[in-house]
């Protein structure tokens, strides 16, 4: 399932105050939902062992999936929209009668920093939601021990990716003078990663 989101590896600003060593063209990855059936059927079965009253996940992919699964169980959809203004800020649309006390997971493709898992997170409790557990289709790096250690609830994801982040101001490649790479892969039918 990797493969489908065509990984390439090199010097990327992440666009989230980080960079890494490792792109994902997360638009090849929803290319054709039905190859991603089986995956979501997959964070499908974790979350239903957490009894969710919804499923959360932060445009624009997580979303997506968030937004199949909720489907999947037969619960509540919530849209994480990015917040304007602030880098990392997510906000969740108004639900009538509140989302007070809910049972709430968080649905993401990839998880790298974590920031986007952190801030909607951080939104379903401001909103008084109780966050029960966080799945993805693929973690990267630290992300597997990371998301549990620091945010407090399981992590459940499909698969793991090696690869490393920095903080933009704390990059060794940026320290080592390495030029970005050009994340736009190369034509069809010239060398993959
Ligand atoms: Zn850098």
Redo the contacts with the bound molecule.
Sequence with gaps: MVRLARPRPG?F?LGTGY?GDLWLDLDALFLRPSRLRPHVRWLGERLREHAVDAVCGPLEGGAFLAYAVADLLGVVFLAGYRSPGEATGYHLPAVHGGIGGWRVAVVDDAVNAGTAVAACLEELRGRGAVPVAVAALMALGEASAMVPARLGVPFYPASTVPSRA?P?GR?P??AHG?PYTDPVPPPEGGPTA
Excluded: K, M
Aim: net charge negative; with cysteine.
């Design positions: 010097h600003d960079h920095w933009a990059c490649l940026c390495i």
